[in-house]
């Protein structure tokens, strides 16, 4: 029996902050500004899922790294995922996305980087 995987690998939210955390993966928030003003994760790199779908470039620092990439709920992120997974790059989406982040009690910091909220 084969078993097919239905789109981009997933990793709980607690995954992905280890694996951005030494600084081998990138943690890519695919929010709009404003969500991403209100709060997103510490060291996180911003580029909006309607940029990339216009065809907008990566972040210099997201280039050439495995991404994991992360929204507000999930939704988000698992079409960005695949777009840039089209793109070439190696990508994994974070389930659940910045709710189940915060919902783990992993850090969320605002555009000034005090304590954020997700919205």
Excluded: Y
């Excluded at 690998?9 to 951005?20: G, I, K, S, W």
């Excluded at 600084?23 to 500004?33: I, M, N, T, W, Y």
């Excluded at 840039?84 to 996305?97: M, N, P, Y």
């Amino acid at each position: 029996m084969f078993l097919f995987r239905r789109g981009p690998a997933r990793v709980t939210p607690a995954d992905a902050h280890l694996r951005t955390r030494d600084g081998g993966a990138v943690l890519l928030d695919v929010r709009e500004p404003a969500e991403w003003a209100a709060g997103h994760a510490p060291g996180a790199v911003h580029a909006p899922l309607s940029a990339l779908q216009t065809g907008a470039s990566l972040p210099p620092a997201a280039q050439g790294r495995p991404l994991m990439v992360v929204c507000r709920s999930g939704h988000r992120s698992l079409q960005a995922a695949k777009l840039l997974t089209g793109r070439g790059a190696a990508v994994v989406d974070v389930k659940g996305g910045m709710n189940a982040w915060a919902a783990a009690g992993l850090p969320v910091v605002d555009d000034r980087g005090n304590s954020g909220s997700i919205t």
